[in-house]
């Protein structure tokens, strides 16, 4: 999507965002040896354009870039309040992305198959209208069980959903096609869950390999089968805009783990980006100061 911060009082700064775009620029700049793509569907527009230039400039590969030749990509806006938490204001009903399923190249399945991991949210399944969104759940499932590491966020965003039993219902969907789950405690709120133990068992009941879950400022629990851990995550007091603190979070945690990383070394690098993210506004810190940032504290 196209993002508009606030620049001035009557203005606007113009970027590029999406959740699991922020995933893959955060994952491709922590762990610049992997070959990540980001895969969506655009139109023909000028802000598309100049997406693919932004992918270039990443390093993120565009082959699973899709398009519609009637639709124009989608635009949301970031309001941040007085603790610097963000909300955001969406202009992307029939988006080009909405129509990523009647877009996919014939042999995208196959070209999946060879992918380590794949990431989906549930903004992803938002945007799809109910039959490409069991479309998309299907395909998922097939390369799950074809051996692909299904990563899954719920991201849930009330706004987004035209009720919440068919949020549920998809969400709950796709808990159980991801074998690797990063939702933070508020999703729960769909659910009417809010303690950790609780959200463990049900989710335990969809079958994941591996946990994660961010409690906001406060810490981040890890999950495998038979095994679990807390971090507590050192609190940023002056954030700025948590826009994408928890997309950066989910690039970051899944390339330390395909890195080789554990689980907990993993939360902890993945934490230390987070709370960086929180220091700029919008979802992409420019990329000279991210590069700053991870020499000063001794990442590469
Ligand atoms: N105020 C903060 N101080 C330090 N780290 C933060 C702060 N807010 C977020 N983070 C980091 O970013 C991660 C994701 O943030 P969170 O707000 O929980 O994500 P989500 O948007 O998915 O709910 C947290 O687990 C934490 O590591
Ligand atoms: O993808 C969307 O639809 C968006 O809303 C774009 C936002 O940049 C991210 O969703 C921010 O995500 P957080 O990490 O939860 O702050």
């Given at each position: 999507m196209m993002e508009l911060t606030q620049h001035g009082t009557d203005m606007f700064r113009k970027g590029f965002a999406g959740d699991i775009f922020n995933s893959s620029v955060y994952m491709k700049r922590s762990f610049p040896e992997l070959d990540v793509n980001f895969m969506s569907c655009i139109g023909r527009d000028v802000v598309s354009e100049q997406l693919l230039d932004i992918l270039a400039q990443e390093e993120?590969?565009?082959?699973?870039i899709e398009y519609d030749e009637k639709r124009i990509m989608g635009t949301y806006m970031v309001q941040t309040d007085e603790q610097g938490e963000r909300s955001f204001l969406y202009w992307r009903n029939?988006?080009?992305?909405?129509q990523l399923m009647h877009n996919l190249s014939a042999n995208v399945e196959e070209k999946l198959r060879e992918a380590q991991l794949i990431f989906f949210s549930g903004i992803t399944l938002a945007i799809l209208n109910d039959h490409d969104r069991a479309q998309l759940l299907h395909m998922l499932r097939r390369l799950r069980n074809q051996g692909v590491n299904i990563a899954f966020d719920p991201?849930?965003?009330?706004?987004?959903?035209?009720?919440e039993k068919i949020a549920i219902n998809a969400i709950g969907q796709g808990f159980q096609v991801a074998n690797i789950l990063l939702p933070g405690i508020a999703d729960f709120q769909l659910f009417e869950l809010s303690q950790p133990d609780q959200i463990v068992k049900f989710l335990r009941s969809c079958g994941f390999d591996e946990l994660v879950i961010k409690h906001g400022a406060k810490s981040i629990l890890g999950y495998s089968k038979d095994w679990q851990c807390e971090v507590d995550v050192l609190r940023n007091?002056?954030?700025?805009d948590t826009t994408a603190a928890g997309d950066a979070f989910a690039g970051v945690y899944l390339g330390a783990r395909i890195a080789g990383l554990d689980i907990k070394s993993a939360i902890e690098r993945a934490a230390i980006i987070g709370k960086e993210v929180t220091?700029?506004?919008?979802?992409i810190v420019p990329k000279d100061k991210f590069a700053q940032f991870l020499k000063d504290s001794l990442i590469d």
């Open positions: 993120l590969g565009s082959r699973f029939d988006s080009a992305a909405s991201n849930y965003r009330p706004i987004l959903w035209e009720s007091s002056h954030v700025l220091n700029h506004p919008g979802a």
